[in-house]
Nanobody, 121 residues
Framework: QVQLVESGGGLVQAGGSLRLSCAAS????????MRWYRQAPGKQRELVAS???????DYADSVKGRFTISIDYAKNSGYLEMNSLKPEDTAVYYC???????????????WGQGTQVTVSS
């Protein structure tokens, strides 16, 4: 099927930057939507950003102007560039992709297993 592998998380000082990567592999026909979610301890899961194959991009109000989502279709990868990080950005970040799978020839929803981002003050 399809597997999503995340990388790029870590510890960063407030005001710093990180780039998260979400590499998709497997029987991929097309990536239709890429999303990034995050969940901090004691908080609900939050949709951070999304991107579609028609170049539509949407962001949570809390990250607008600081985060940038992108898709590299040649690499079957999605990215989340995070700038001007704040302590409140600390969370586990999950990538999510709506992908047409050649194994089913239908659109399916896939998840990465999460990567920890910690922003220190």
């Amino acid at each position: 099927q399809v597997q999503l592998v995340e990388s790029g998380g870590g510890l960063v000082q407030a005001g710093g930057s990180l780039r998260l990567s979400c590499a998709a592999s497997g029987s991929i026909f097309s990536i239709n939507i890429m999303r990034w979610y995050r969940q901090a301890p004691g908080k609900q899961r939050e949709l951070v950003a999304s991107a579609t194959s028609v170049r539509r991009k949407d962001y949570a109000d809390s990250v607008k102007g600081r985060f940038t989502i992108s898709i590299d279709y040649a690499k079957n990868s999605g990215y989340l560039e995070m700038n001007s990080l704040k302590p409140e950005d600390t969370a586990v970040y999950y990538c999510n992709a709506d992908i047409t799978d050649t194994g089913t020839w239908r659109s399916n929803d896939y998840w990465g297993q999460g990567t920890q981002v910690t922003v220190s003050s």
